[in-house]
């Protein structure tokens, strides 16, 4: 079955650690995009990446960090820089950037203790 | 930048009433709008899309959706709504502008159907 694969499903931090997000797609896509989402704000944009090798940061890439090595592979870092990182992310991947329908992943919801 | 306006963040109807949720842009140039919409406990998937020609966009499940260039709104409608369209609902725009293509979404909508 082609689609998204987020991992954990749940995932339980302590204060100050540093925690990655998993995110694979089999769909064959250029583009993928973290987003964050919260309850009342919608999903915001974290970071999105055209092709691999390549990121940019969306609308609140501050104490986050991602990296593009492999084009089926798009993993997150929530860092101790994180003001404040509980919340539910998800993992989205589209053909093209922009243009294209988007697929998402089931989501990673990240408590922070 | 780029904004989306979803100024009904919950709206509670019975079963078979009209549904109209509201959604507007803010760029003024060429856009690509959709509505994705989240079930409860499942992934957020497409409903519909406009890029160009008839500015009526028909989706899945029999919603609909006009662009109306001159109010920048892309409203989403169905004309009897189900128990089962229960979900959040959320419009979301990308700008057909080189490096600019970005996937912004609105805060949502939560749809609730009384049977």
């Known amino acids: 079955d082609g689609g998204i694969t987020q991992s954990p499903k749940y995932l339980f931090r302590k204060e100050g650690q540093n925690v990655t997000l998993s995110c694979e797609q089999n769909?064959?896509?250029?583009?993928m995009y973290w987003y964050r989402q919260d309850p009342g704000q919608g999903l915001r944009l974290i970071y999105y990446?055209?092709?691999?090798?390549?990121?940019q940061k969306g609308d609140i890439a501050e104490g986050y960090s991602v990296s593009r090595e492999k084009k089926e592979s798009f993993p997150l870092t929530v860092t101790s820089a994180q003001k404040n990182p509980t919340a539910f992310y998800l993992c989205?991947?589209?053909?093209?950037?922009?243009?294209?329908?988007?697929?998402f992943g089931q989501g990673t919801r990240l408590t922070v203790v | 930048a780029q904004s989306v306006s979803q100024h009904n963040h919950h709206v509670i109807l019975s079963e078979a009433a009209s549904l109209e949720l509201g959604c507007n842009y803010s760029?003024?140039?060429?856009?690509?709008l959709f509505w994705y919409v989240q079930y409860p406990g499942q992934h957020l998937q497409l409903l519909l899309k406009?890029?160009?020609?008839?500015?009526l966009v028909k989706g899945i499940k029999g919603f609909e959706a006009e662009f109306i260039k001159s109010k920048f709104s892309f409203n989403l409608r169905k004309p009897s709504v189900q128990w089962s369209d229960t979900a959040e609902y959320f419009c979301?725009?990308?700008?057909?502008?080189?490096?600019?293509?970005?996937?912004?979404f609105g805060t949502g909508t939560r749809l609730t159907i009384i049977p």
């Open positions: 989205a991947s589209s053909r093209e950037l922009g243009y294209t329908e988007a697929f």
């Open positions: 769909l064959n896509h250029d583009a």
């Open positions: 990446s055209q092709i691999v090798n390549d990121f």
């Open positions: 760029y003024g140039g060429t856009v690509n």
């Open positions: 406009y890029f160009s020609g008839d500015p």
């Open positions: 979301a725009v990308t700008i057909s502008n080189f490096g600019n293509e970005k996937l912004t």
